[in-house]
């Protein structure tokens, strides 16, 4: 099997996969970050969204290959280590989950947004999440999550 070198959370990991493995699970079976989660496979819910060097991708439909050496990985445990991040801290705030499962992809997602607009119109939020699911329908939420951590 080849072996992989990735940066993931800041720290550089080793791991021997098949080249069509992809990222989702090398996060989670070799590695035990498991706040990337599996939804659909097919990169269509959002729930297995990391940053790739900044950008939101969907690690299920993102084969190891695909990453290139030196590229940076961060997943939900790498946004910081006490849970404090500001769009975390505004997640709970707006008591935003119900049952939680997609919401490290919806954090991923939005983090990204503010990163490239720290002041997003309403309008700019629905859009920006619109590739990201809630079987529980907690929008409203995450629009307010969002804004609040726009104004902290």
Not at 47 to 73: F, K
């Amino acid at each position: 099997m080849p072996a992989y070198s990735i940066q993931v959370n800041g720290k550089t990991h080793s791991v021997n996969t098949e080249e069509a493995t992809p990222l989702l699970w090398v996060l989670r079976e070799h590695l035990q970050l498991t706040g990337t989660k599996y939804g659909c496979g097919v990169g269509q819910c959002g729930a297995c969204t990391i940053h790739l060097d900044g950008t939101p991708m969907r690690a299920c439909t993102l084969p190891i290959d695909g990453v290139a050496d030196g590229q940076s990985i961060t997943t939900i445990e790498g946004l910081s280590e006490a849970g404090n991040h500001p769009m975390q801290q505004a997640w709970v705030k707006e008591q935003v989950p119900q049952c939680g499962y997609c919401q490290s992809g919806q954090i991923m997602q939005a983090v990204a947004l503010l990163e490239k607009n720290p002041t997003p119109s309403r309008t700019e939020i629905v859009q920006h999440m619109n590739g990201n699911l809630c079987r529980c329908g907690t929008y409203t939420r995450i629009v307010k999550a969002i804004q609040t951590a726009a104004n902290s």
